[in-house]
């Protein structure tokens, strides 16, 4: 079974950076697209970054500029590098197959404060 587990959150002030990084296993990050999502209360679920097999990125107009999305095929992991921060980037981040195909793991709580 694929699971998915993040980490990196934490609070950090505006304009600081944080890394995420989602640990796969039942799936290869090689040969899958993979993505970040984010869910702040009371909101929907977007994604925020995609990268494909071939290595292209694309992410959502709110973080582009700001965060970057990579892997490392050799630990099977995705990041997330998050620069700029602001408090609206608050919300719960979590991985997943770049379309979100797979079980939604608990997620890492990013916290930005004015």
């Known amino acids: 079974q694929v699971q998915l587990v993040e980490s990196g959150g934490g609070l950090v002030q505006a304009g600081g950076s944080l890394r995420l990084s989602c640990a796969a296993s039942?799936?290869?990050?090689?040969?899958?697209?993979m993505g970040w999502y984010r869910q702040a209360p009371g909101k929907q679920r977007e994604l925020v970054a995609r990268?494909?097999?071939?290595?292209?990125?694309t992410y959502a107009d709110s973080v582009k500029g700001r965060f970057t999305i990579s892997r490392d095929n050799a630990k099977n992991t995705v990041y997330l590098q998050m620069n700029s921060l602001k408090p609206e980037d608050t919300a719960v981040y979590r991985c997943?197959?770049?379309?979100?195909?797979?079980?939604w793991g608990k997620g890492t709580l990013v916290t930005v404060s004015s």
């Open positions: 990268i494909t097999s071939g290595g292209s990125s």
């Open positions: 997943n197959g770049g379309y979100g195909l797979y079980s």
């Open positions: 039942g799936i290869m990050v090689s040969i899958n697209a």
